[in-house]
Every structure is written in structure tokens, then in C-alpha cells.
Nanobody, 119 residues
């Protein structure tokens, strides 16, 4: 059974940065992030292939968030800059077999880490 464990969430002010990390007990072709705000549906944030050559972001985070991977550690990161209150959500690590723009390529999920952006 695959386990994905996230870390790095917290409370920050608008305009500040956070870096999320997620380590898996297995190797995956696609690793990425999704998020779910209170009362909202889960939404895609970013995904990256094993080599880093294919990467997709949602329009809402493009230019502010950067995804990266360390394949030797089965770890994916999400650097979040210029955070906004609307970025407040539980962020879930995700992994799977396809690098596609959306959640369709994921079949394994972490437990989530809370990110709160508030002044």
C-alpha cells in the first residue's frame, strides 16, 4: 500500500510564501498537488512527470507556484509565492501514472496539510 505524507502547511499573511513537501513510500511517474477549500470541491493545482519535462499548473496558481521533484527521495515539492487568501485550503499530495492537466492522472492521495492565508 502506498503512503503519501505531506508537510509544510501553516498560517501566513497575504504575499508571503510557503513550501510544501510530500514523500511517498513508492516511486511514481506523475506526482502533484490538489487542494480543497472549505465547502468547495477538490481542485487541481499542479503536476509533474518523473523527468520534469512535462508540467501543468492550474490557471489560478500559474506564475506564483512552482512544482519540483527529487526522484531519489520520492519527494515532490510545491513552492508557493505571493499567497492570497483564496489559496486557503487543505493541500493534498497526489501521485499516479499520467501527467495530465487535471486530477485524472492521479490514483493515490495523501492525508492533506492545511494552508491558511490571512492577515
Amino acid at each position: 500500500q502506498v503512503h503519501l505524507v505531506e508537510s509544510g502547511g501553516g498560517l501566513v499573511q497575504p504575499g508571503e510564501s510557503l513550501r510544501l513537501s510530500c514523500t511517498s513510500t513508492a516511486s511514481h511517474y506523475a506526482m502533484g498537488w490538489v487542494r480543497q477549500a472549505l465547502g468547495m470541491e477538490r481542485e487541481f493545482v499542479a503536476t509533474m512527470g518523473r523527468s520534469g519535462g512535462r508540467t501543468y499548473y492550474s490557471d489560478s496558481v500559474k506564475g506564483r507556484f512552482t512544482i519540483s521533484r527529487d526522484n531519489a527521495k520520492n519527494t515532490v515539492y510545491l513552492q508557493m509565492n505571493n499567497l492570497k487568501p483564496e489559496d486557503t485550503a487543505v493541500y493534498y499530495c497526489a501521485a499516479g501514472l499520467q501527467v495530465v492537466p487535471g486530477m485524472g492522472g492521479f490514483d493515490a492521495w495523501g492525508q492533506g496539510t492545511q494552508v491558511t492565508v490571512s492577515s
